[in-house]
């Protein structure tokens, strides 16, 4: 059967899942022989969806809605089992940022979960969530037979995965607003629903809620408090103090960066967001990522170059991320429609460090007896064509 039909059908093929989940206990993915596990998760609402089995996703073919890169190729190895907890009814993310606080209760020092390096983090940042969400709905993965990708399914793809997902115990559907596509007849109950979702801000009872919003960032104009963020899609704009607009723009120069505009670059942000005394959306805190044209993470204007050249090659790749992992050193690329093989961007020259980090690199793919395809940025692109023969792939 198609995933897409059992997708769109969830609820007219219940008994089908809900049988065999007793019965076998798991469901099976046929795009290669032998079937690959898949688990089958029921959501609080009696929904049924299917997920990859953990640490399989690499057995799965490369344009299956299932694959994904070995685990040692993911900033997630980093979190503990309590950061990212994945179980029969969904995913749980414990996220660092308080999302309700008690205004009865004294407040808590969140340091007790700030264990930052090592394999252990176990509380996910904004980045790591925005990345989590960027992997597990395979935007960081292109495959030519997938043809075409734009907001819409972007959307579609994220809210499919936050339906089985808590994050700090509230469903992320309610604690999460994704900027939905714009359309003339779906505009009013757009509009509803981040009515809605604000609604769900500021003091209520003894609580006082935060919300985050997802989306594609327009354009950032300085405004007289600090700045303004307008997303694409979405008619209300978001605000951003001046101290807070500056940091963002020091951690994240390459996705705010003059350069960064170019290239078919796009921009999406994960906003922690409260509601002001004049119900304005005000931005506590956020992360931002550079996007190629068909919204795969980039590091660079380089990187967006490369992405955007591999699709335009008909290459199948995916993009590594490293969650809040800032150190995690992975490829920059990883092709999929030929086995071990890989792309470097080298955009900094004569930088010692650099160097050192990039000639450690290649040995490693060497002694793997990787393809790799490397760029030096001030050089023109390299053959990006697929060939059988070059290195030692065939
Ligand atoms: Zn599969």
């Not at 490397?374 to 390299?382: D, I, T």
């Amino acid at each position: 059967m198609l995933l897409s039909v059992l997708r769109e059908n969830s609820g007219e093929y219940a008994g089908l899942f809900s049988r065999a989940k007793a019965e076998v206990g798991h469901a099976e993915c046929l795009c290669r022989t032998p079937a690959q596990r898949l688990v089958i998760r029921c959501s609080r609402a009696g929904r049924y969806h299917l997920a990859g089995w953990p640490s399989e996703g690499e057995q799965h073919e490369a344009a299956c809605s299932f694959h994904k890169l070995a685990p040692g190729l993911s900033g997630r190895e980093a979190y503990s089992a309590e950061a990212i907890r994945e179980g029969d009814n969904g995913v749980s993310i414990r996220l660092e940022a308080i999302l309700a606080r008690s205004l009865t209760e004294p407040r808590t020092a969140k340091a007790s979960v700030e264990q930052r390096e090592g394999r252990s983090r176990r509380a996910v940042g904004l980045l790591g969530l925005l990345h989590w969400l960027w992997e597990e709905s395979q935007l960081t993965a292109w495959h030519p037979r997938w043809r075409r990708r734009n907001w819409w399914i972007c959307h579609a793809r994220l809210r499919q995965q936050i339906e089985t997902c808590f994050i700090n115990q509230d469903p992320a559907n309610t604690a999460l607003y994704i900027v939905p596509p714009f359309h003339r007849d779906t505009a009013d109950q757009n509009i509803a629903a981040f009515e809605a979702f604000k609604a769900r801000l500021g003091r209520h009872g003894p609580k006082e809620h935060r919300g985050l919003i997802l989306g594609e960032i327009k354009a950032v104009t300085p405004t007289q408090y600090g700045a303004r963020y307008a997303l694409a899609h979405q008619r209300a704009p978001i605000f951003a103090s001046a101290a807070l607009d500056e940091r963002v723009r020091r951690s994240c120069r390459h996705v705010f960066a003059e350069a960064g505009t170019g290239h078919d670059a796009r921009r999406v942000g994960l906003f922690l967001v409260e509601v002001s005394r004049k119900g304005h959306v005000t931005i506590v805190d956020m992360a931002a990522m550079l996007l190629s044209r068909l919204y795969i993470p980039a590091d660079s204007s380089h990187e967006v170059a490369m992405c955007n050249a591999l699709a335009d090659h008909g290459r199948a790749f995916i993009k590594p991320v490293r969650y809040d992992g800032i150190d995690a050193v992975f490829p920059d690329f990883v092709l999929t429609d030929v086995p071990n093989a890989y792309v470097e961007v080298y955009g900094i020259r004569g930088h010692e460090d650099y160097e050192k980090r990039k000639r450690a690199k290649q040995a490693h793919y060497q002694r793997q007896g990787a393809e790799l395809i490397e760029w030096e940025v001030a050089e023109p692109m390299p053959d990006l064509s697929k060939r059988y023969g070059r290195g030692q792939t065939r």
